[in-house]
C-alpha cells in the first residue's frame, strides 16, 4: 500500500525558516522523482521544487529559487524542502508527490505552512 506523508508545516513569521518531510512508502522510492507542489485556495496546484531519482538533478519555481532547497534520503525513503527566508506570498498548503519509473503519481494530502506576523 502506497503511502505519502507530509510533515513540518505551521505557522512562521516571515523571513523564519522551515523544513517540510515527506514520508513515502509501498513503492521503489530510490528510483522515484519527487515534487513539492503548493495550493492556494482558487488557485491551481502549483509546482515548487523537483528532484530527480538519478544523480538528484533538482528544478525549482522562479519564485523560490535560492530560498528553497528540495533534498532526499534514499535510505529513510523521505524527501524534504528546505524553506528560507519566507514571504506571506509562501502561505499555501504544501503537497508532495512521487512519479515512479513507470510513470505512476502518488500524492500525500498535503500540509499547511502560514507565513505571517
Known amino acids: 500500500q502506497v503511502q505519502i506523508v507530509e510533515s513540518g508545516g505551521g505557522l512562521v513569521q516571515p523571513g523564519g525558516s522551515l523544513r517540510l518531510s515527506c514520508a513515502a512508502s509501498?513503492?521503489?522510492?530510490?528510483?522515484?522523482?519527487m515534487s513539492w507542489y503548493r495550493q492556494v485556495p482558487g488557485k491551481e496546484r502549483e509546482l515548487v521544487a523537483r528532484?530527480?531519482?538519478?544523480?538528484?538533478?533538482?528544478n525549482y519555481a522562479d519564485s523560490v529559487k535560492g530560498r528553497f532547497t528540495i533534498s532526499r534520503d534514499n535510505a529513510k525513503n523521505t524527501a524534504y524542502l528546505q524553506m528560507n527566508s519566507l514571504k506571506p506570498e509562501d502561505t499555501a498548503v504544501y503537497y508532495c508527490?512521487?512519479?515512479?519509473?513507470?510513470?505512476?503519481?502518488?500524492w500525500g494530502k498535503g500540509t499547511l505552512v502560514t507565513v505571517s506576523s
Open positions: 508527490k512521487a512519479r515512479t519509473s513507470w510513470d505512476w503519481d502518488y
Open positions: 509501498g513503492f521503489t522510492f530510490s528510483s522515484s522523482t
Open positions: 528532484i530527480f531519482s538519478r544523480g538528484g538533478t533538482t
